[in-house]
């Protein structure tokens, strides 16, 4: 009986050893994780901001493109207008009456208001056509930055997933073989939950001054001699973690604490 006792603390010992030794590989390969997981974001930030530019300086293309368009219709109607006040001045030699001549005059006013104002309009798409082709250069020298940014980002990404691919790979086999060792399966998909609740990604933690290494909650001396001798598995009653000796993971919680 007292064999079978020793067994089993054996078991949780040697079962919480292990989740502590499948956390510390964990937590490397999220470190691995996070030194390359921010550039991922920044490389798709600015693919994200190219093609912005790159649309936006299509809208500019397609807006010039209308106000030349605008700008043919105006000298269409200017040449139109003078094409009518040469009829009206031919005509003007045959008029019979005041009235004739009056309403003869009056329309080569009034299409010479009309190349006035065709004039008008021309003027301003040309400011306008000038404008856009300013924004268009402006956006062009911005997208040359933003593409040379761009390629270093990349180079930089490829560089660390070169460089940490091997190292990850290796930590990922690491786990699966510790993973086997754990022969409490309940246990290792209840470590695995409470690993991906947590912020820090901590799912078992040691004592540390008397408190939970993972919430720093205080841990009454009971719970704390109830841990020390590992003879179940026994959980933070804040935060949920599982709690180990820092004897049994083999830190030394004090030093840890000041480092």
Known sequence: MASEKKTDQSSVEQRLRSLYE?????????????????????????????????????????????????????????????????????????????????????????QSLEIELAEKHIREHHRAIENKQAEIQVTHDQLSDMEHILEEKKG?????????????????????????????????????????????????????????GGCFNRIPPQRQMEIKMHKKVISCEYCGRIMIDPELAGVNAEEHTEK
């Open 156 to 212: 930089e990404l490829d560089e660390i997933v070169s460089e940490t691919r091997a190292e990850e790979e290796g930590l990922r086999e690491k786990a699966k073989n510790i993973e086997l060792r754990i022969d409490d399966e309940r246990l290792l998909k209840a470590f695995k939950k409470i690993r991906k609740n947590a912020r820090n990604g901590l799912g078992i933690v040691y004592v540390q001054r008397n408190a939970c």
């Open 22 to 110: 499948l956390q510390t590989i964990l937590s490397e390969i999220d470190r691995i994780k996070t030194i390359r997981g921010e550039l991922p974001l920044e490389v798709k930030d600015f693919e994200d901001q190219i093609a912005g530019l790159n649309v936006r300086i299509e809208n500019y293309n397609r807006e010039i493109d209308e106000l030349n368009g605008m700008l043919n219709t105006e000298r269409n109607k200017i040449a139109e207008s003078r094409s009518k006040i040469s009829t009206y001045e031919t005509q003007l030699d045959d008029v019979h009456n005041n009235r004739e001549y009056d309403l003869l005059k009056k329309e080569i006013e009034f």
